[in-house]
């Protein structure tokens, strides 16, 4: 779906390194979320905003942070990679009460 | 918080066999249960979703149902195709208003289906 971008698609960086990936939508949609995928472990929820000025933390927020910088904008940083940070992570858009629409993902790699 | 387990973690059928996946939830203030479909090296999309105030809803060769009382829904995909490849995951949200109204999603099972 071309309405929810990411950026960067793939990205190797090093431990101890700052890094921020990026997700834009056109879709007009309050509601976005940052996830992060694992094999085996399904996709867990990091931070989730319902506007912008209203930013939660999921189930994993430890090691990252993120900015909702406009409606259309949600950043995930992370403060100093490590390791076992590397993963498949997902920007997500909702309206209030429908169904989660996904970005392309990042495919993150931390050595 | 919400949990939800879900069954199995593969599942390999011939093609034109169904399928049936199973999840479980912990949260009975749970009212909306999404599945996606993950294929191999793509986003998750929602293929068929069921509210707390139905038991059943069909889209083609697609079924879920619910069972509030026993906290557990399914898949259901009749005449599997080799094109139904792909990891599904189920998921619950809690009711509106506050940091419940997230998805909580299963772990995923990784269908085959073998031509």
């Known amino acids: 779906d071309a309405d929810v971008t990411q950026t960067p698609r793939n990205r190797i960086t090093k431990t101890g390194k700052r890094i921020m990936l990026e997700c834009s939508q056109t879709?007009?949609?309050?509601?976005m979320y940052w996830y992060r995928q694992d094999p085996g472990l399904g996709l867990r929820l990091i931070y989730y905003?319902?506007?912008?000025?209203?930013?939660n933390k999921g189930e994993i927020s430890d090691g990252y942070s993120v900015s909702r910088q406009a409606q259309a904008k949600f950043s995930l940083s992370l403060e100093s990679a490590i390791p076992n940070q590397t993963a498949l992570y997902f920007c997500a858009t909702s309206p209030k009460a429908g169904e989660q629409y996904f970005g392309p993902g990042t495919r993150l790699t931390v050595t | 918080g919400e949990n939800v387990e879900q069954h199995p973690s593969t599942l390999s059928v011939q093609e034109g066999d169904s399928a049936v996946i199973k999840c479980t939830y912990s949260d009975s203030a749970s009212n909306y249960f999404p599945w996606y479909k993950q294929e191999l090296g793509k986003r998750p999309q929602l293929i068929i979703d069921?509210?707390?105030?139905?038991g059943e809803k069909k889209d083609q060769r697609i079924a879920v149902t619910l069972n509030k009382t026993a906290k557990h829904f399914s898949l259901h995909i009749t005449e599997t195709q080799p094109e139904d490849s792909a990891v599904y995951f189920c998921?619950?949200?809690?009711?509106?208003?506050?940091?419940?109204?997230?998805?909580?999603f299963g772990k995923g099972t990784l269908l085959t289906v073998n031509p």
């Open positions: 069921i509210r707390s105030n139905v």
């Open positions: 905003s319902f506007d912008v000025k209203d930013i």
């Open positions: 998921a619950a949200r809690g009711p509106g208003g506050g940091s419940n109204y997230k998805l909580t």
């Open positions: 879709k007009g949609h309050d509601r």
